[in-house]
């Protein structure tokens, strides 16, 4: 972008034709590129204008020529100023500043910008009749093709990293997807891991609960199998005062049966009282028996029922613990 004429000029003037003061005085300005190599044309110019005025021994050289253009003025006004007082130049100046006035229009002409009007000093005195110099513009398209290339490398490059960026992207996304897939299949691990706790702490309290009745259940066992042994000493105890009751008895009975039959064989009779209080003891001796005999069957029949009652209870033992292991 091209500053304006007058403020350009202002500018200028106030600076003496110092590019650095100049680019003080307009901060923030940007040109484009054409203008910035036009600007350093000029400024090459007015150095060339000073080293050819009488007095000077030194020609400048191709690298003061301005080949290299960056930001410079590009206004021509300033420079045919500082020129304008030196009227006595050389035809060969005269010559350099026309080829330098033509090269910098091609390149201009290159860039697509208008080009600024010619050098006034040099317009009036003979006409532009030389060709550019073929150097200058394939120096600048070389310039350029090193633009492009270094344009195109960064280009490539930022694509690269955007397909590097778009992959790394993906890449993420599969991380976070498979850290997702990971993370419920922990959750739910976790939650088998808490439903089988559960199942553990409650089947360890069923056995300790199994092993309790257990023990309850032994403890019973084993107060009934002490009450049954108990009592099946005092039956048979029992049992054998009862066989001795009845042997002594039969054994009495059989004497008075003996004694009887001895006194009816030899005649002897005794009187009636004596027969009588005999009689009376056979049938109390009679009943005796008979009550012995009553109370050794119920006695039998007490112990055939604690017989079942202890197989029963131990049958339900056992499903109990069959339940149980089950």
Same mark, same amino acid.
């Given at each position: 972008?091209?500053?304006?004429?007058?403020?350009?000029?202002?500018?200028?003037?106030?600076?003496? %034709?110092?590019? *650095?003061?100049?680019? %003080?005085?307009?901060p923030g300005r940007r040109h484009s590129s054409a203008v910035a190599c036009a600007a350093a044309k000029q400024e090459q110019l007015a150095g060339v204008a000073k080293q050819e005025q009488p007095g000077c021994g030194r020609r400048p050289a191709q690298g003061d020529l301005g080949l290299s253009g960056h930001h410079l003025n590009p206004s021509p006004t300033a420079a045919a100023g500082r020129i304008g007082g030196g009227m006595e130049l050389s035809a @060969?100046?005269?010559?350099?500043?026309?080829?330098?006035?033509?090269?910098?229009?091609?390149?201009?002409?290159?860039?697509?910008v208008s080009p600024p009007p010619p050098f006034p000093l040099f317009s009036s005195l003979q006409p532009q009749t030389l060709t550019p110099s073929p150097l200058v513009p394939q120096a600048e398209k070389e310039i350029q093709a090193a633009?492009?290339?270094?344009?195109?490398?960064?280009?490539?490059?930022?694509?690269?990293?955007?397909?590097?960026?778009? &992959?790394?992207?993906?890449?993420?996304?599969?991380?976070?997807s498979r850290a997702l897939a990971?993370?419920?299949?922990?959750?739910?691990?976790? @939650?088998?891991? &808490? &439903?089988?706790?559960?199942?553990? !702490?409650?089947?360890?309290?069923?056995?300790?609960?199994?092993?309790? *009745?257990? %023990?309850?259940?032994?403890?019973?066992?084993? !107060?009934?199998?002490?009450?049954?042994?108990?009592f099946q000493a005092m039956s048979q105890q029992f049992e @054998?005062?009862?066989?001795?009751?009845?042997?002594? &008895?039969?054994?009495?009975?059989?004497q008075l049966q003996s004694a009887l039959q001895e006194l009816q064989s030899n005649g002897m009779y005794s009187n009636d009282a004596e027969i009588t209080a005999a009689e009376a003891r056979k049938s109390d001796l009679t009943a005796k028996k008979a009550k012995l005999e009553e109370s050794l069957v119920s006695a039998r029949q007490f112990r055939a029922l604690l017989q079942q009652q202890l197989q029963k209870a131990f049958a339900s033992q056992v499903g109990d613990q069959k339940a149980a292991q089950n």
């Amino acid at each position: 972008m091209r500053p304006r004429p007058s403020s350009w000029l202002q500018a200028r003037r106030a600076t003496g %034709g110092h590019n *650095k003061l100049w680019r %003080g005085v307009v901060p923030g300005r940007r040109h484009s590129s054409a203008v910035a190599c036009a600007a350093a044309k000029q400024e090459q110019l007015a150095g060339v204008a000073k080293q050819e005025q009488p007095g000077c021994g030194r020609r400048p050289a191709q690298g003061d020529l301005g080949l290299s253009g960056h930001h410079l003025n590009p206004s021509p006004t300033a420079a045919a100023g500082r020129i304008g007082g030196g009227m006595e130049l050389s035809a @060969a100046f005269e010559e350099r500043v026309r080829q330098m006035e033509d090269a910098r229009n091609h390149r201009i002409s290159l860039l697509q910008v208008s080009p600024p009007p010619p050098f006034p000093l040099f317009s009036s005195l003979q006409p532009q009749t030389l060709t550019p110099s073929p150097l200058v513009p394939q120096a600048e398209k070389e310039i350029q093709a090193a633009k492009y290339r270094l344009l195109e490398a960064k280009i490539a490059a930022a694509r690269r990293l955007e397909r590097r960026r778009l &992959l790394l992207e993906r890449r993420a996304a599969e991380f976070a997807s498979r850290a997702l897939a990971a993370r419920a299949d922990i959750d739910a691990t976790h @939650a088998r891991r &808490l &439903l089988l706790a559960r199942d553990l !702490s409650s089947t360890r309290c069923e056995i300790e609960e199994a092993e309790r *009745k257990e %023990g309850d259940w032994d403890r019973f066992y084993e !107060s009934k199998r002490k009450e049954m042994e108990d009592f099946q000493a005092m039956s048979q105890q029992f049992e @054998a005062e009862a066989r001795k009751e009845v042997q002594r &008895l039969k054994d009495l009975v059989s004497q008075l049966q003996s004694a009887l039959q001895e006194l009816q064989s030899n005649g002897m009779y005794s009187n009636d009282a004596e027969i009588t209080a005999a009689e009376a003891r056979k049938s109390d001796l009679t009943a005796k028996k008979a009550k012995l005999e009553e109370s050794l069957v119920s006695a039998r029949q007490f112990r055939a029922l604690l017989q079942q009652q202890l197989q029963k209870a131990f049958a339900s033992q056992v499903g109990d613990q069959k339940a149980a292991q089950n």
